[in-house]
């Protein structure tokens, strides 16, 4: 990659190959008079235009990709995104016409003669107006839900314990904390945006498509169905991808239906390569909600009941279902005892990009949410933010924990495991808490200086089903492959999975050779999201070498005439112990497997290979503790991050360098999300930050170093032991600054309760 050797999607460059370009909605909420694209014909080098009329039923869009949730009393009205827009456009950047030309510059340009004649609707660009009974509706028939919400998404109401009866636990409590909280739009910018080439060949009957997909399997399977093929004739290839992030899961958006099928339809090869512009307005993002939360507390500060209502944004239309909201609704109980909880969402349809998972997937908003409330309930009832935690914290006799609420994989929340009062303890010892704020912190403030601790902590459920499969052959010159279905996009799979495989079989880890996101190499899985690689393709790549473990044991020890147990499989030899000319190669082995003298027996298989399946009972819970110092400037209100400390619990580490990295990056998406990006909308919902000239990304610049430990404590609920940990350095940080920039402040009537935050944020707020 770094040499640019790695084939992108962008690099796939076929003889005969047309070119796509597409005209967009400019405007956020408008209906379709007329699209005049006669001119735009005209031009040389065009190959065709289609609008949503000239679809046929192609125009509208696949199935929902995750159905709802089976919760009791749940309204739920699916819309999903159609292939182009047909009589109203909902969002800025909708597609509206498809051109193929013979380049993208003059597909850009026929894009250009293409008119189209709106008629301008009212646009909602916030949440609060969107679910206001009064607004303007963005998809018929939705009807109001309990008399007062508009344009409703879904309405899913989850309770634990006695939380239905908050009222009069909240009577009784010590304190009750009440607040609302702020989440806003982001992006997941990441440096590659999307891209699709798909080849139909007529002869094999045969669609070949490269594709910025994080879920290469579920394409294939989707487009096969779409396009009334068998799956073994679509082959999906998810190549070298520069970031996935989350949005790149999202199936099917309306460019991956049309390129496939506009190679059928033209029998060419078609290229779209999303620009930059374009990934801001039409690929998905994730953050808006709203929460009114309420916590009602003992004496001790130990929490009694959390009641949550919110608004979350979906976006002009919902193809992916509700794992954000699912997720911030069940990850905002983090590490702590609540016993009894009453939590309500609505996620309802605005003129905005949809809404999908971005790193986090909704987890973040929660946690920003019980950790808000946990530290405003520790000013009010005097006691250390650390105290406070402390008292809550599940303790690990607990383990699993049943939430008894439905969390994203539609089981019930469980945690498996964890140990969380270590994790805890160690980042108080590493931020040196006690110090900070015996010396650190009052002797800056003697000096004029403003220096605020933040220290949170959070979980991640990880390692969802429904399961991943692998195959693992040695190979005849002693080189074992590795296939699974999963795809990759920079978390160092081909490293980690070899290293599973080298383990298991025997061999060096350089001797593995690892393929992921290749349809036709390894035919079945779900994809890579919700931190599940490590923890699903992980095991199932353990559980089919040692499958070939045992041929190979098996094989030499017929070979050898002695007992498996006497035999040594290390360094990709066999040997039999304490016979040192008894040796033989997994290649010389695998070429035995494979006699071309004799017959493959009844019963018996031909090579060292094996195809294994792992599917979790239930999704692995990680958790952590992130702690920061960070000094203000009290003229610029600009930050500078001091010290940066994660404590972090993902069972066994396969991989601890991967791992710091993966923490590394999800801690900088976290900076960037909590103080720096925006997706900044007027009240036209119109984009106001749509490039990199106004969407602010941290540079290493304003990413800290950061000092990082690891607790293990292993899941019960696969062989491996391992929990995901690739959104973890991600879900934290809103809270951590809102916290340390609160204390840094040191002010009782300032409170930071929206994220994300700016330099101008905290002027505001200090004024
Ligand atoms: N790992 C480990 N030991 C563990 C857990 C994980 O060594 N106990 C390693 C894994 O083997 C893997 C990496 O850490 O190499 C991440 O593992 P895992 O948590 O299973 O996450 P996934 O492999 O499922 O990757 C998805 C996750 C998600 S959901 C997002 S979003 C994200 C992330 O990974 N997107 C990324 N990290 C990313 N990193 C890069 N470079 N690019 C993205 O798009």
């Known amino acids: 990659m770094l040499t640019g050797q790695a084939l992108f999607v ?168 009440k607040r609302r909280f702020y989440y806003d739009h982001g992006s997941s910018a990441p440096m590659e945006c999307r891209g699709i080439v798909a080849d139909w060949n007529r002869r094999a009957q045969k669609l070949t498509m490269w594709d910025t997909t994080q879920a290469p399997v579920f394409v294939r399977n989707g487009m096969a169905a779409f396009l009334g093929l068998s799956e073994n004739n679509v082959r999906v290839i998810a190549p070298f991808i520069g970031g996935g992030f989350g949005p790149k899961i999202m199936m099917f958006y309306p460019e991956e239906m049309l390129v496939p099928w506009l190679s059928m339809q033209l029998d060419r090869p078609i290229k779209w390569i999303e620009d930059r512009a374009e990934h801001f307005l039409a690929t998905t993002n994730e953050r808006d909600q709203i929460h009114h939360a309420e916590m009602a507390l003992d004496a001790d500060g130990r929490i009694l009941a959390v009641r949550d209502s919110f608004l979350h944004d979906a976006g002009a239309y919902a193809p992916y279902g509700l794992t954000i909201p699912l997720n911030s609704q069940c990850t905002l109980l983090g590490c702590y005892n609540v016993p009894s909880y009453h939590s309500t969402f609505t996620s309802v349809f605005t003129n905005k990009t949809p809404t999908t998972p971005y790193r986090g997937a909704g987890r973040q908003h929660g946690v920003f949410v019980m950790e808000r409330l946990l530290d405003a309930a520790a000013r009010e009832l005097n006691i250390d933010k650390v105290d406070i935690r402390r008292r809550n914290l599940i303790r690990p006799e607990q383990f699993p924990v049943n939430h008894e609420i439905i969390y994203q994989d539609f089981g019930p929340l469980k945690y498996d495991s964890g140990n969380y009062s270590p994790a805890l303890e160690r980042a108080v010892e590493m931020i040196e808490y006690d110090a900070f704020y015996a010396t650190h912190q009052p002797q800056a403030k003697a000096a004029g200086r403003l220096l605020g601790l933040g220290i949170v902590t959070y979980v991640e459920g990880t390692g969802i089903g429904p399961y991943e499969g692998s195959r693992v052959q040695v190979q005849s010159n002693g080189r074992v492959s590795v296939a699974t279905g999963i795809g990759t996009q920079g978390q160092g799979h081909f490293t980690v999975f070899a290293q599973i495989a080298a383990d298991q079989v025997g061999c060096n880890v350089e001797d593995v050779d690892v393929i992921t996101g290749d349809t036709d190499t390894f035919h079945w899985g779900a994809g890579t999201f919700a931190s599940r690689g490590a923890v699903v393709a992980g095991n199932a790549i353990n559980e089919a070498a040692k499958d070939v473990r045992g041929k190979i044991l098996k094989l030499a020890s017929e070979h050898f005439e002695a007992a498996e147990a006497d035999l040594i499989v290390s360094d990709g030899v066999v040997q039999v112990a304490g016979v040192p000319d008894k040796v033989i190669s997994l290649g010389e082995l695998a070429q035995m497997a494979n006699p071309m003298r004799g017959s493959v027996k009844p019963g018996t298989e031909p090579g060292l290979e094996s195809s294994n399946y792992f599917g979790p009972e239930y999704g692995a819970t990680a958790n952590g503790v992130h702690a920061m110092i960070v000094e203000l400037d009290p003229d610029t209100m600009m930050l500078e991050i001091k010290k940066y400390v994660v404590v972090h619990d993902c069972g066994t580490v396969i991989n601890p360098l991967i791992l710091d990295g993966q923490i590394h990056g999800g801690v900088a998406q976290g900076i960037g999300n909590a103080f720096y990006e925006k997706l900044a909308y007027d009240d036209q919902s119109q984009l106001l930050s749509g490039s990199f000239m106004d969407y602010l990304l941290p540079t290493a610049l304003d990413v800290p170093t950061m000092e990082m430990d690891h607790i293990t404590t292993e899941s019960p609920l696969n062989p491996l032991g391992i929990k995901g940990a690739g959104e973890a350095g991600a879900i934290p940080v809103g809270p951590l600054f809102a916290q340390a920039i609160e204390d840094a402040i040191g002010r009782e009537d300032v409170e930071i309760l929206e994220i994300p935050l700016s330099p101008s944020k905290i002027w505001e707020l200090t004024r």
């Open 10 to 177: 962008d690099d796939v460059d076929l003889p005969n190959m047309g070119h796509v370009a597409f005209v967009r909605s400019p405007h956020a909420h408008a209906t379709i008079l007329d699209i005049e694209v006669d001119d735009a014909k005209e031009i040389n080098g065009v190959i065709g235009i289609w609008t949503a009329d000239d679809l046929g039923d192609y125009w509208q869009s696949g199935p929902l990709l995750v159905p709802p949730p089976p919760v009791e009393g749940m309204t739920f009205n699916e819309r999903t995104q159609v292939n182009l827009a047909r009589g109203k456009v909902r969002y800025v950047g909708e597609p509206v016409v498809v051109i193929v030309a013979e380049s993208r510059y003059i597909a850009e340009d026929a894009a250009d003669l293409v008119y189209v004649d709106y008629d301008l609707l009212d646009p909602i660009s916030n949440l609060e107006q969107a679910a206001a009974a009064d607004s303007a509706k963005i998809h018929d028939n939705v009807e109001l839900v309990n008399g007062e919400l508009n344009n409703v998404n879904a309405h899913v109401t989850q309770v634990k314990g006695d939380g239905a009866n908050f009222d009069t636990i909240a009577a009784e409590a010590q304190t009750v904390i």
